[in-house]
């Protein structure tokens, strides 16, 4: 049984090619997102925080090549990055709607829990020493009621405290969950200004301090560690945005299926490099991709989740598609046979008559029978609510007391559905003159 061995020779060729692919991933997945924004005029759907997280995780690596360098293709792929997420910031900030420019006030209710861990703490010691009466039979109590009360107080205080501290933790994960939600207002603003020169001096300076930090502490071994650990773990918290984003907007317009793929096979990469590639792996790496790769999981069952109920909401069933039916479409057929046709010409009806056409005639006539059984109804509605009675013309009685802007209305609704009769015998006498004319030219 024969293998397919690959020559020898073009083994640099093919390491040239996946280094390039390996490079330029950014331009094809985030390329998409660019030109999807610019077709559709808006960047609603899409969370510029994603730039912001790129944008310092790509330009911390750079920094820490410096330090440690690494493989070339990689430093590469953090020069595109920062290239392509510059233009997609620029994009996403220009068709960025109004709204995206205001924030609401969250309320972390710090105080409140404050207020409840003194209450709480306070009321559990006055019920063990009212149940004990400690405060008020202190000399007659015995030694080991007293021991026994006190214990109790402090294991009651113990457990109720266990409780705000884990209601204190809780609160404070929902805080940082809150500063990736663009819907809330950050301290300071952060990422979420409404002048587009801030963003771009943000990045200068932050540059700028990268800059200084390295020459201050050049040659330092844990600068390099420093800024990989704080590279790789704010790009974890990458797809936490988007997350938030798609929970409250409940649609995934403008984020593409390829960015979704390139971050679901840069996870892969990164554990597999991370379990296979590497020895010396400290565990809050393994933490951060998995947590990484948990969200992404997330967005992809977002993604597909919403996207199924926009395509739902799309399809219209043609069972609610009212009178559309078989006898609608046989009535529709035949009318359609005996209908008038374009421009004038003569054809023939199912009942094999010559019948000269007109559009003009046809489509008049449908319209002012429409607008008379409108007024008409109009007419009805009006006399029914004010007990007037019309005549068998559809004229209407005016009564005393009726206010003038519906006296107004009843008068103008009359003189409408008396000038589309008179419309009406016009044009059935038009049409019967055609007739007769047609009449004549076949039997000649």
């Known amino acids: 049984m024969g293998y397919f061995v690959f020559p020898p020779?073009?083994?640099?060729?093919?390491?040239?090619?996946?280094?390039?692919?390996?490079?330029f991933t950014p331009l094809f997945s985030y390329g998409s997102t660019v030109l999807s924004i610019r077709k559709t005029q808006t960047s609603q759907g899409f969370s510029i925080d994603i730039c912001a997280t790129m944008l310092i995780a790509s330009i911390l690596r750079i920094f820490y090549y410096f330090n440690d360098p690494f493989e070339a293709t990689l430093l590469r792929q953090c020069f595109v990055m920062v290239f392509i997420q510059t233009i997609l910031l620029r994009v996403a900030l220009k068709y960025r709607s109004e709204d995206a420019v205001h924030f609401e006030e969250y309320n972390s209710n710090w105080g409140d829990l404050f207020e409840k861990f003194?209450?709480?703490?306070?009321?559990?010691?006055?019920?063990?020493?009212?149940?004990?009466?400690?405060?008020?039979?202190?000399?007659?109590?015995?030694?080991?009621?007293?021991?026994?009360?006190?214990?109790?107080?402090?294991?009651?205080?113990?457990?109720?405290?266990?409780?705000?501290?884990?209601?204190?933790?809780?609160?404070?994960?929902?805080?940082?969950?809150?500063?990736?939600?663009?819907?809330?207002?950050?301290?300071?603003?952060?990422?979420?200004?409404?002048?587009?020169?801030?963003?771009?001096?943000?990045?200068?300076?932050?540059?700028?301090?990268?800059?200084?930090?390295?020459?201050?502490?050049?040659?330092?071994?844990y600068l390099g560690i420093c800024f990989g650990t704080v590279s790789f773990m704010v790009e974890s918290s990458l797809p936490l945005p988007q997350v938030l984003l798609f929970q409250r907007l409940k649609s995934v317009e403008n984020f593409k299926t390829i960015l979704l793929l390139s971050w679901l096979g840069g996870d892969i990469t990164?554990?597999?490099?991370?379990?296979?590639?590497?020895?010396?792996?400290?565990?809050?790496?393994?933490?951060?991709?998995?947590?990484?790769?948990?969200?992404?999981?997330?967005?992809?069952?977002?993604?597909?989740?919403?996207?199924?109920?926009?395509?739902?909401?799309?399809?219209?069933?043609m069972t609610h598609i009212p009178n559309l039916n078989e006898n609608n479409f046989t009535a529709m057929n035949n009318s359609r046979s005996a209908s008038i046709s374009l421009n004038g010409v003569i054809t023939r009806s199912s009942s094999g008559n010559i019948i000269p056409q007109n559009q003009h005639f046809q489509g008049k006539q449908g319209n002012t029978q429409y607008e008379i059984r409108k007024s008409k109804s109009i007419l009805n509605f009006v006399n029914e609510e004010n007990d007037i009675e019309g005549n068998d013309n559809d004229e209407?009685?005016?009564?005393?007391?009726?206010?003038?802007?519906?006296?107004?209305?009843?008068?103008?609704?009359?003189?409408?559905?008396?000038?589309?009769?008179?419309?009406?015998r016009d044009d059935n006498a038009r049409i019967e003159h055609a007739r007769s004319r047609a009449g004549t030219i076949n039997s000649k």
Request: charged share 20%; net charge negative; aromatic share 16%.
């Open 396 to 424: 209407v009685d005016i009564a005393d007391g009726v206010p003038s802007e519906l006296l107004e209305f009843k008068q103008e609704s009359q003189r409408r559905t008396t000038s589309i009769d008179y419309d009406t």
């Open 118 to 221: 003194i209450t709480l703490n306070k009321q559990t010691i006055d019920e063990t020493l009212e149940s004990y009466d400690i405060e008020d039979n202190l000399k007659e109590l015995e030694v080991s009621d007293a021991i026994k009360g006190v214990g109790i107080m402090i294991m009651k205080c113990t457990y109720l405290n266990l409780i705000l501290i884990l209601s204190c933790g809780v609160q404070l994960v929902k805080n940082i969950v809150r500063l990736f939600d663009y819907h809330y207002r950050r301290p300071f603003k952060f990422w979420q200004w409404k002048d587009e020169m801030s963003y771009w001096k943000f990045l200068i300076g932050f540059v700028v301090l990268l800059t200084i930090i390295q020459i201050i502490f050049v040659g330092n071994e």
């Open 270 to 317: 990164k554990i597999s490099y991370l379990f296979f590639g590497t020895d010396n792996v400290g565990l809050i790496f393994i933490f951060a991709a998995f947590f990484q790769m948990s969200l992404n999981l997330v967005i992809t069952y977002q993604f597909f989740y919403y996207r199924h109920l926009e395509r739902e909401s799309t399809d219209i069933p």
């Open 9 to 23: 020779e073009y083994l640099p060729y093919v390491s040239t090619a996946v280094n390039f692919v390996i490079s």
